[in-house]
């Protein structure tokens, strides 16, 4: 004889095991992920309940990072999943990142090159477009900013001085490192790489701001301009 199957239906669920009732008795902590999914949701739909919905997400997805890069469209080709739920996913996540970005930045110092990917490899690891982003520091090298300067295609994307300094000289920021991905997953500087960050030096120079260094990121690895003297 077959044992019987447990419902995921929280309303069929002892009170004290519901989500919601976990999370205010034990914390988030002790809550799967398909449960902490099932607290947003609140309910489910006629076929499963919210944390049968919440695992029917996951599985689809795989996991929670592939689930973070998923659009509204994809997410709502999960059956169960319609608009309202799908804003509350990409709400939910979104400030998850957020609040990594703010804990990652609180008087973040800057010693290395190492630091930087550190601090920035996880943005730019999923990344299919090309990304320029500017740190803006202190005279200690600490990071005040994370600056978005542009994006491009899925091949190059273009980062003029005056975008990559406005916002320096703007928040009164006496150093930047640049940074930016390829796609291909290979960190190596391109000419184009190497030419940029000529031009943003000279203009760096010209307005009083240290330009520190200029990193490109690839599929897990970087490259410093400055280690490799390119700059």
Known sequence: MKPPVRSSAVREMPQEERPRERLA????????DAELLAVLFRTGTREDGAVAL???V???FGNLRDLARASLTELQEVKGLGEVK????????????RLA????MDRFKIRSAQDVADLLMIKY?????ELFKCLLLNTKNEVQRVADISAGGLDATIALPRDVFRQAVREGATG???CHNHPSGDPEPSRDDISLTKRLDE??????????????FGDGRFVSLKERNLM
């Open 25 to 32: 008795r034990l914390g988030p902590e002790a809550l799967r």
């Open 58 to 60: 996951i599985r689809h």
């Open 176 to 178: 930047v490192i640049v």
């Open 125 to 129: 690891k999923d990344c299919e477009t």
């Open 101 to 104: 970005d703010h804990r990652n």
């Open 86 to 97: 799908s804003i509350e996913i990409k709400a939910a996540l979104e400030l998850g990142k």
């Open 54 to 56: 919440a695992e029917k």
């Open 203 to 216: 203009a760096a120079t010209v307005l009083g701001v240290r330009l520190i260094d200029h990193i490109v």
